[in-house]
């Protein structure tokens, strides 16, 4: 099936395709949980609910980020491949 096809039909998906696997951002991915669930052992019920909007807030700036920099990648993806077909060597 042809990759346009394939997106067309939303059967690709950058955010669900593409997880990191290395040993590093597990090992982080860990970290931040530890951390996370200290600070919820420690915090008060305020500041819990602070720290809830602040990762909220950080999650989305995040997909923000992401987004933009997949246009970005995308787009100068296409810069290449038009001035490849555009230029004979």
């Known amino acids: 099936m042809s990759v346009l096809l394939k997106l067309y039909r939303g059967e690709i998906s ?3 395709d593409v997880v990191p696997q290395s040993s590093e951002y597990k090992k982080a991915i860990e ?3 530890k951390e996370r669930e200290y600070l919820e ?3 008060s019920e ?5 720290l809830y909007d602040f990762n909220d807030l950080r999650v989305q700036t995040e997909g923000i980020n992401c987004e933009k920099h997949f246009m970005y990648g995308f787009k100068l993806g296409m810069k290449m491949m038009m001035e490849i077909l555009e230029k004979e060597e």
């Open 14 to 16: 950058a955010v669900e």
């Open 31 to 33: 970290l931040l949980c």
């Open 46 to 50: 305020k500041d819990k609910k602070h």
């Open 41 to 43: 052992k420690v915090l």
